[in-house]
């Protein structure tokens, strides 16, 4: 029987790192993988075709320049699914050849087929060829999520679909229902919304994105509506069915009925634990398929790590492989230093959002006296420049000791620009670094320095 230091399942970005971090340490590792190919959700079905598909609508539709040469500005007429699938299977196919060069260059054994358990460092590997055991020293587990389904939503892969068959509807439909206004559902909206898709989007939150600031929420929200988005907040579906004419009916629990061509279900997502046989390991999952860690990432059996999607929010890719690098290093202790406090997010809407640090609601709640300062992408040469006038970048800080609490963008390249916030942050820096600091010109991060001057001058005026 193989017998590994280390065996982890999954091979996304959870897994990927944790394996990598094994064998830098040099250790034994073998990675198990269910899929034909390497990447997991994030390559093959999430983040990389989405991101992808994003750049494609950006791209074709002519977005970014409508500002500066007209709202029919396009680059190419009539899109087609097509059109965008090509472009993310390009990328898709890249990606998977770049995660295999590193895990082969790295010395990790890839193993094709279902881990199961036999015991806490027993795995049995099932495919088209028999079963194998293997045992690991370690075992990380890191086996991601699937979408969540609903026995009110019937998904037919055709016009009723999950966020993971969105390439394979044969033609991109006129009018979209999106059920869901978590990351998932607001991205494909705003994607399917500057296709010129009419596209209506049903929450039963009172709000979108819940854990971002409500002034950048209230800001996506305007941007969305400006594209013809009809937004069913507060507002529960009932039943879903398919209509004689092809197309799509939510009946909502409000009894309003919303009619479109096709329904995205983006609602929630399902840990990938029920073919690990945890209970032969002396592990539970709960009711949404997540597994319990400790802030080592150490499940309640010694030997047994989780990481990624598999433990719950917030179930990025970023976060995921920190946590795969992290969990290694500590199983084989050795020195790893993390700031979970400081995890940064991504939000690729359109406009995209990124944001780091607290909120202003979080800190109302905390009672800490913070101000506020704002910067508009329309104020800056570059903002002009790139025909963004939509952005706004805010800095939150405490107006007795100046410290950044948080950063939260809105506009072109967000989640580029976070980074130059994330590391003041970080470093425990304060509003005055912004101040101080020249900035490259024409920029979008002279955004930071118009935000602390207008922080610092609320502050003056109200001393
Ligand atoms: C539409 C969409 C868009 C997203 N966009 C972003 C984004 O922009 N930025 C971001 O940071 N994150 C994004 N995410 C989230 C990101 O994809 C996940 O956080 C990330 O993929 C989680 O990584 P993981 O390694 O935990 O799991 P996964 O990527 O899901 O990989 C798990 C792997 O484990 C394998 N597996 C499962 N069970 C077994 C078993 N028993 N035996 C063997 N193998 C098994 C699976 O086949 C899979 O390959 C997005 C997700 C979706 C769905």
């Known amino acids: 029987m193989p017998q590994y230091d280390l065996v982890v399942i999954g091979s996304g970005p959870a897994g990927q790192r944790a394996a990598i971090q094994g064998a830098k340490t040099g250790k034994r590792v073998a990675l198990v993988e269910r899929r034909q190919v390497v990447g997991g959700a994030s390559i093959n079905t999430g983040t990389i075709p989405s991101k992808t598909m994003r750049e494609a609508v950006l791209h074709l539709s002519g977005y970014n320049y409508q500002n500066i040469y007209g709202v029919s500005y396009r ?6 699914m097509g059109d965008l699938a090509f472009r993310v299977q390009h990328v898709i196919k890249t990606e998977i050849d770049v995660t295999q060069a590193q895990l082969s260059r790295n010395g990790i054994e890839v193993m094709t087929g279902i881990a199961s358990f036999k015991d806490p460092h027993t795995l049995l590997v099932t495919n088209s060829h028999g079963a194998q055991e293997v045992t690991g020293e370690i075992v990380v587990i890191g086996t991601g999520t699937k979408p969540a389904t609903s026995p009110k939503v019937a998904i037919n892969a055709r016009t009723i679909i999950n966020s993971d068959q969105i390439l394979e509807m044969p033609e991109i439909p006129k009018t979209l229902l999106v059920v869901g206004g978590g990351v998932i559902g607001v991205e494909y909206t705003s994607m399917f919304a500057t296709l010129g898709v009419r596209v209506t989007l049903i929450e039963k939150r009172p709000r ?6 409500s002034e950048i929420v209230e800001a996506l929200s305007y941007h969305l509506r400006d594209h013809r988005v009809t937004m069913r907040l ?27 061509d096709a ?30 860690v400790d802030a080592d990432y150490r499940t309640a059996q010694p030997n047994i790590f989780a990481v990624g999607d598999v433990i719950g ?20 202790d050795k020195p790893a230093k993390s700031q979970p406090a400081h995890y940064p997010f991504g939000i690729y ?16 709640d905390e009672d800490v006296p913070y101000e506020v300062g704002v910067a508009y992408y329309r104020e800056m040469a570059r903002g002009q420049i790139r025909g963004d006038t939509t952005g706004r970048l805010k ?23 976070l980074h130059i916030g994330q590391a003041v942050l970080i470093l425990g820096g304060k509003l005055d670094y912004f101040v101080n600091t020249v900035f490259n010109y024409p920029t979008l991060a002279e955004c930071y320095k118009a935000a602390a001057f207008n922080g610092i001058n609320k502050l003056t005026r109200f001393q």
């Open 75 to 80: 680059v190419k007429d009539k899109i087609t």
């Open 208 to 213: 979108l994105l819940e854990f971002a600031d």
């Open 234 to 260: 507060n507002e529960e579906v009932e039943s879903v069915a398919e209509t004689p004419d092809g197309g799509v009916v939510a009946n909502l629990e409000s009894k309003k009925k919303v009619m479109g």
């Open 263 to 292: 329904l995205l279900y983006a609602v929630g997502r399902q840990g990938n634990v029920d073919d690990l046989n945890l209970p032969a390991a002396g592990l539970e999952a709960d009711n949404r398929g997540r597994i319990a």
């Open 313 to 332: 929010f917030p179930s990025l890719a970023s976060v995921s492989m920190e946590q795969g690098r992290i969990a290694v290093a500590r199983a084989f």
């Open 349 to 364: 809407t359109i406009p995209e959002i990124s944001f780091i640090g607290k909120t202003e609601e979080q800190l109302t």
């Open 395 to 417: 800095l939150i800080f405490h107006r007795e000791t100046h410290d950044l609490l948080g950063v939260h963008i809105i506009g072109e390249g967000a989640s580029e620009l």
